[in-house]
């Protein structure tokens, strides 16, 4: 059964240090992956995906992880953070069955201080 | 990129009473939607997963009578709450999938409360 963790469910930061948000997955098959972001009261944004192309995939507004398949982990980075990246980030993986559900990982708060 | 929208965006209702969301694929076809939960600072939980013009397939410990799912149509899927409690108070999101690029699209949400 494919399954991911997020390991922190609360990350602090200053504004314009690195952010780094830490999803470790399991699966059977070749995963594809996502990284979605939520502002409060907000639908979610997909900020980047793996799909077993480049390891190393670029999202929007700066934010990249990177598919490490010996550490069954894809982390998110962004160099800089900014006051608008607070919100709630979900780490995905997808069953590559028939189902096609989505594992949602349990979220970790971002939260960036100026 | 494909657009998924939701309506209503927020609702209030009445316990006893029934209330339907609905879910649309504004620019593709989605033969797969999905239905979850969110309750306040927690993850998405999967509620269903609803094939066009056959019965959803309700995840563990939903009850189907309770939610009933409708998707008749390759771009509507409908969530029925019926008999609503205060319980079902919550954040109900939709995403479609798009086969193509075997992706699902979400839409923004439906805040429910149920006085």
């Known amino acids: 059964a494919q399954s991911v963790t997020q390991l922190d469910s609360h990350v602090s930061v200053s504004e314009g240090t690195p952010v780094l948000l830490r999803c470790n997955y399991s699966s059977s098959y070749s995963p594809s992956l996502f990284w979605y972001v939520q502002h409060p009261n907000k639908g979610l944004q997909l900020l980047l995906k793996?799909?077993?192309?480049?390891?190393l995939v670029k999202g929007i507004n700066g934010f990249e992880a990177e598919f490490k398949k010996s550490e069954t982990s894809f982390h998110l980075t962004k160099p800089s953070a900014h006051m608008s990246d607070a919100a709630e980030y979900f780490c995905v993986v997808s069953e590559p069955s028939g189902t096609y559900k989505y594992i949602f990982g349990t979220g970790t708060r971002l939260k960036v201080l100026a | 990129g494909a657009v998924v929208s939701q309506h209503p965006s927020r609702v209030i209702c009445k316990s006893g009473t029934s209330v339907k969301i609905e879910c649309r694929s504004l620019?593709?076809?989605?033969?797969?939607m999905f239905w979850y939960r969110q309750f306040p600072k927690k993850s998405l939980m999967l509620m269903a997963t609803s094939n066009e013009g056959s019965k959803a397939t309700y995840e563990q410990g939903v009850e189907k009578d309770k939610f009933l799912i409708n998707h008749a149509s390759l771009t509507l899927s409908t969530l029925t709450v019926t008999s609503a409690h205060p319980e079902d108070s919550s954040f109900y999101i939709c995403s479609a999938r798009e086969a193509y690029y075997n992706e699902q699209f979400f839409g923004p949400g439906t805040r429910l409360t149920v006085l």
């Open positions: 620019d593709f076809q989605a033969t797969t």
């Open positions: 793996y799909t077993s192309a480049a390891t």
